[in-house]
């Protein structure tokens, strides 16, 4: 190994996820989409076999694939819109119109709210609050904390950074200690909303092709029968939302 290698790989606690500081709020994982774009563009989009000058790239850059990239990026935000789709009523309000990862991140973990009852949760000051778990352990749970955004003791929050069962604990338990009250900034994240001033000049037209229901694991619908009266963007392939991590 090299020595300027050596410097990052020989110290594990460099790169290794075990040794991440607890407190860093910023998510560090990548879905590798600059690659991904790249190996659209060499397969989808350049001749292949060919070399070509670097007008020809730059005409194919601004005519086809960046044109067509944001209208999949307005696709994906649309599919998660009210607007496209109406939800079941077991996905809460607050989770509808959000990418379908918190959506199904969120649905998984509130399957083990019924294990809390009101008396294991204690309010240690306005939107602190102190979680015992049925197993013993201790949760403080910040919908501010000290730089300003939410936080959670427990691995589930460190690792994620969505919201974790016991933060929807307190929503279950205190109505009034909601969604609404994690920080703005934190909610107009990416990761948690849809991008709507994406769609401020997005046109969906109809094509007749049938919508899509995306489904989670265990193969339930999120989607209610009544589906929203929109139709599909136009240069529809798939319905599909991908969502990697
Ligand atoms: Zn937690």
Redesign the pocket.
């Known amino acids: 190994m090299a020595a300027d290698q050596c410097k990052h790989y020989c110290f594990q606690q460099r790169w290794a996820r075990a040794y991440r500081d607890d407190s860093y709020h910023v998510a560090v994982d990548t879905n590798n989409g600059v690659e991904a774009m790249n190996k659209t563009l060499k397969y989808n989009y350049l001749p292949k076999g060919k070399n070509i000058t670097l007008s020809h790239l730059v005409t194919i850059l601004v005519e086809e694939f960046l044109p067509e990239a944001f209208h999949k990026y307005q696709k994906e935000n649309f599919a998660m819109s009210k607007f496209y789709r109406s939800y079941n009523d077991f996905v809460p309000d607050y989770l509808q119109g959000r990418p379908r990862k918190v959506i199904l991140h969120c649905l998984s973990r509130m399957q083990k709210v019924a294990k809390f009852t009101k008396e294991s949760i204690k309010m240690a000051s306005p939107g602190t609050f102190i979680v015992h778990s049925p197993s013993g352990k201790e949760?403080k749970?910040q919908f501010v904390a000290e730089d300003n955004m939410p936080q959670?003791?427990?691995k589930?929050?460190i690792r994620w950074h969505i919201p974790?069962?016991?933060?929807l604990a307190v929503f279950s338990h205190y109505p009034q200690w909601g969604w609404a009250n994690l920080p703005k900034p934190y909610l107009d994240s990416e990761y948690l909303s849809a991008d709507s001033a994406s769609l401020l000049n997005h046109q969906p037209q109809h094509d007749g092709t049938p919508q899509d229901h995306d489904s989670d694991e265990s193969g339930n619908s999120l989607e209610g029968e009544k589906m929203a009266n929109t139709q599909l963007p136009p240069h529809h392939v798939s319905l599909t939302v991908c969502f990697t991590s």
């Open positions: 949760h749970v959670c003791t427990c589930d929050w974790c069962k016991h933060f």
